[in-house]
T-cell receptor, first 115, second 111 residues
Framework: GAVVSQHPSRVICKSGTSVKIECRSLDFQATTMFWYRQFPKQSLMLMATSNEGSKATYEQGVEKDKFLINHASLTLSTLTVTSAHPEDSSFYIC???????????FGPGTRLLVL | QKEVEQNSGPLSVPEGAIASLNCTYSDRVSQSFFWYRQYSGKSPELIMSIYSNGDKEDGRFTAQLNKASQYVSLLIRDSQPSDSATYLCAVNNQAGTALIFGKGTTLSVSS
């Protein structure tokens, strides 16, 4: 199957700082990547859809100025959590879609802890 | 509001039994259906996809789709303790641009 990586796998930061998370498709080109957030014991929540070369589409309730998404190439999308606060602490997971199909392959996730 | 419903469980089965996981969806025009497995603290991994009515088998896993009833299920034969995880059902949205996930069913297989 398609391989998606994320970096870093875990990050601890102070409140007010910004954190960048990278999502890479390793063996395929991904025109579309997705960013999810998952709080403990809760379901996956789609934050935004990222298309290469265009602006991301954010889900209702997700602040686009706080969660900056850049999809500059067919293999890399980044999520920057700006001015992070403790309530942003969560498990952030990206996924990538292969070609025009609808199957999504997930990265291993990034666990963010904001102190 | 398009929805995907799953019983949160936990569903407990003994080792070697068949585990049956169910999912219903509200959007009648949905065409693509997926089952993902998520171990605690890990990201989801794809188990199976199904697009046509009927059964699709892959090893110990069988996905069943009934579009008329808007119902998709996953059967796990010869359940193993390593199958203990949360199983997520996902359905494509109307535009086909994203997946809508259920909240997942937690499966516990006891040895």
């Amino acid at each position: 199957g398609a391989v998606v990586s994320q970096h870093p796998s875990r990050v601890i930061c102070k409140s007010g700082t910004s954190v960048k998370i990278e999502c890479r498709s390793l063996d395929f080109q991904a025109t579309t990547m997705f960013w999810y957030r998952q709080f403990p014991k809760q379901s996956l929540m789609l934050m935004a859809t990222s298309n290469e070369g265009s602006k991301a589409t954010y889900e209702q309730g997700v602040e686009k100025d706080k969660f900056l998404i850049n999809h500059a190439s067919l293999t890399l999308s980044t999520l920057t959590v700006t001015s992070a606060h403790p309530e942003d602490s969560s498990f952030y997971i990206c996924s990538a879609r292969v070609g025009e199909g609808e199957t999504q392959y997930f990265g291993p996730g990034t666990r963010l802890l904001v102190l | 509001q398009k929805e995907v419903e799953q019983n949160s469980g936990p569903l407990s089965v003994p080792e070697g039994a068949i585990a049956s996981l169910n999912c219903t969806y509200s959007d009648r025009v949905s065409q693509s259906f997926f089952w993902y497995r998520q171990y605690s603290g890990k990201s989801p991994e794809l188990i199976m996809s199904i697009y046509s009515n009927g059964d699709k088998e892959d090893g110990r896993f069988t996905a069943q789709l009934n579009k008329a009833s808007q119902y998709v299920s996953l059967l796990i034969r010869d359940s193993q303790p390593s199958d203990s995880a949360t199983y997520l059902c996902a359905v494509n949205n109307q535009a086909g641009t994203a997946l809508i996930f259920g909240k997942g069913t937690t499966l516990s297989v006891s040895s």
